[in-house]
């Protein structure tokens, strides 16, 4: 699936303008399923829903695909990030975001079929913009400065603390610096593994894809495409 992240990156076109934050749910779902089925066989759009559906259905046709990502960026992001914005930890640049959606809509079937993030490799210049530095108070990582949000929780509501990212043999939660990934096992950051290295998520590979995942004989691989159209 193309998910929304915030790095940073290069710009995009100028067609969308602006974007409002309550309307880039919907205008995602717009953008990301007219590719997703001009580009994709039927095949390729149901391995790229897997179980996810809408009322029980499979996900099969454009209009599904729409109210697919306006719900789900609407009801689990929104929030989120309308709350950062009130306490001044995130702003949001709109013009950034429409840019980022054009981007979307200029894609080649080609280039669209290797895209697995709205993020600075793909092209879309940060939209949502972390305003508070480490040691200061935070309640999810995309505030934070350094993407480190430690001891934040909801049950009880409680912030925590930016803090600059782990790095090689550091210990570790979740989050590391770049070219390590979080070994829960050591529960320390390790460098990301060369394709045919073993591994057991996405994060532990310089290429972002473990082959055969979660099934215990996972091997980092180059990332194939989402689909071709073949």
Known sequence: MLVLVACGGGGGGGGHDSVAL????NRLGTSYCMKEFSCCTSTEIQMDFGAFSIGGQPITTEPQCEMFYSGLFNSLVIGEYMTSIANGRVVYDSNAAGAC?????????????TQTSL?????????????????????QDYECTSN??????????KDGACMPLPSSGQTCSFNCASGTYCDFGMHSCQ????NGGACDSNDTCTSAYCDGANTGSGVCADKPAR????
């Open 148 to 157: 480190n949000c430690v001891g934040a929780t909801t049950q009880p509501l």
């Open 191 to 194: 460098p990301v593994k060369a």
């Open 119 to 139: 993020d600075g490799a793909s092209g879309c210049q940060q939209f949502f913009i972390p305003k508070v530095a480490d040691g200061a108070a935070c309640a």
């Open 22 to 25: 309550t309307d880039f749910g």
């Open 227 to 230: 689909c071709d159209g073949i």
């Open 101 to 113: 959606l054009d981007l979307v809509d200029s894609l080649s079937c080609s280039e669209f079929g």
